[in-house]
């Protein structure tokens, strides 16, 4: 503490655990710096989970459906999560079959690219599917 003193830094007791106990003299504030420096970098290299979303009708046409389809394996490719949903207007509701048909064939032209999730799920006016991309 003395040294400590005649530096005009502060004792900083780095792993109070070990025996006998680790203390360095340094500046505090500067230290307290370098700590959330560092815990920003380690935040920054987290991975972000991306989610792209593809919308259909429970109608929707073979071209429709291929472009879309391509728009997904692209997604896919780039590392972000797919949510894939059919979404139901007014009457249309009487067709979630057909949501549901087109969502799984959805799911099967994808299974190269990504694995399913969640399946169909209907939710409100929506059935949603999840797809995550394959690991390389």
């Known amino acids: 503490m003395e040294i400590a ?5 502060d004792l900083v007791e780095i792993s109070p655990k070990a025996d006998p106990p680790v203390a360095k003299i340094i500046d505090y504030k500067k230290f307290l710096y370098e700590q959330k420096k560092r815990e920003k970098v380690m935040k920054s290299k987290a991975t972000k989970v991306i989610i792209k979303e593809i919308r259909f009708g429970p109608n929707t046409d073979d071209h429709d ?4 389809k391509n728009h997904g394996i692209k997604f896919l490719q780039d ?3 797919l ?4 979404f139901f207007k007014g009457r249309s509701i009487v067709f979630k079959d057909q949501g549901e ?3 799984l064939r959805l799911a099967q ?4 690219y990504g694995k399913v999730e969640q399946m169909p799920k209907l939710e409100g006016k929506r059935m949603i599917m999840f797809i995550a991309p394959k690991k390389k």
Not at 5 to 9: I, N, R, Y
Not at 65 to 68: I, L, R
Not at 109 to 112: G, I, M, R, V
């Open 109 to 112: 032209d994808l299974e190269e």
């Open 79 to 81: 590392g972000a999560k």
């Open 83 to 86: 949510k894939a949903y059919v």
């Open 5 to 9: 003193k005649e530096q005009e830094l």
């Open 101 to 103: 048909i087109l969502l």
């Open 65 to 68: 459906y291929e472009f879309k």
